[in-house]
């Protein structure tokens, strides 16, 4: 069920931090026929990600034109559309991914799209599971181990469920060849607001707990039926969720935590192990767009 607020008016709205007013810009003729939108933290990782699939699309641009950040004048994310597709940092945490969230939905929902999905695509820590797993979340979990997100509206703690849609998930699960030398699971994910105490880290700038209680909340944490821990799936399920657009997370694992806390893949390493949920979303890209 759709909640978009009813209170908007396409008319006259300024998505401040896309560069986006409705008043300058006629969304409906620049983004009417997006279909997929992906998001990752880095603005980077995203560029890489809008390339990967210009190529795997073969999606020409007009002679003389380069993929360029649209939302540059607005100095906040990077974002690129591929013809049915954008692909748009989210920066760290949840604060950053809902700004971004509430923007995107008013563009997809001013812009007219027809039933638009919304992925993000991840780095995260492992529990228990091999470093280099890819992980489609199916229930996100916050840091008090909740299956909801708790929104402050007007100072009130507001939970809203954070699920992700089921059949995404399989559609999404069955885009894993047996051929891929990399493992695709689903699971619960934790989304934190914080990379170090609030997923249990010894080697933060502060810390008051010794390596037995970590380890004694991670088993914990891993009892809930949670693979990976990062730090934007509880509010990313959530408000999808509430505002009726599917959605899903698909996390690359760099470590273990069961086993340490220090990220240390090298340069290399860490674009490899990023390229795995962009190659599954590449393939559901594929899919959804009917393309072979
Ligand atoms: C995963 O990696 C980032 C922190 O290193 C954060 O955005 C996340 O969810
Ligand atoms: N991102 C996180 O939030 N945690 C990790 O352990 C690794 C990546």
Redesign the pocket.
């Known amino acids: 069920m759709s909640r978009i607020n009813k209170q908007l008016n396409p008319e006259n709205d300024n998505l401040f931090h896309l560069g986006f007013n409705t008043k300058i810009h006629n969304l409906e003729e620049m983004f009417g026929d997006v279909r997929v939108v992906c998001m990752g933290g880095s603005a980077h990782r995203m560029e890489i990600f809008a390339h990967y699939i210009m190529k795997i699309l073969g999606h020409k641009l007009p002679t003389g034109l380069k993929l360029e950040d649209m939302t540059c004048k607005a100095h906040r994310y990077s974002f690129y559309k591929i013809g049915p597709v954008i692909s748009v940092n989210h920066g760290m945490g949840m604060p950053s991914m809902s700004i971004l969230l509430h923007e995107m939905i008013k563009l997809v929902t001013y812009a007219k799209c027809k039933d638009p999905i919304f992925i993000r695509m991840?780095?995260?820590?492992g529990l228990g599971i091999k470093p280099g797993t890819v992980v489609v979340t199916d229930n996100a979990f916050n840091e008090s181990l909740e299956n909801h997100y708790d929104f402050v509206v007007l100072g009130e703690r507001v939970p809203r469920p954070a699920v992700f849609d089921k059949n995404l998930i399989n559609y999404i699960l069955d885009c894993h060849s047996t051929k891929d030398h990399f493992e695709v699971i689903k699971g619960g994910t934790m989304g934190?607001n914080d990379?170090y105490e609030a997923?249990g880290?010894t080697d933060g700038a502060v810390c008051e707990y010794t390596e037995e209680q970590k380890i004694m909340f991670l088993k914990k944490v891993q009892g809930k039926g949670i693979k990976n821990?990062?730090?934007e799936s509880t509010l990313f399920a959530a408000l999808t969720k509430y505002a009726g657009i599917r959605a899903a997370t698909i996390c690359v694992?760099?470590?273990d935590?069961l086993e340490g806390?220090k990220?240390s893949v090298t340069h290399d390493e860490k674009i490899e192990l990023e390229s795995r949920p962009q190659l599954i979303v590449g393939r559901l890209i594929k899919k959804i767009l009917k393309i072979e």
Do not use: A, H, N, Y
């Not at 991840?122 to 820590?125: A, E, F, H, R, Y």
């Open positions: 991840g780095t995260s820590g934190t990379f997923q880290r821990i990062e730090m694992t760099f470590i935590r806390d990220v």
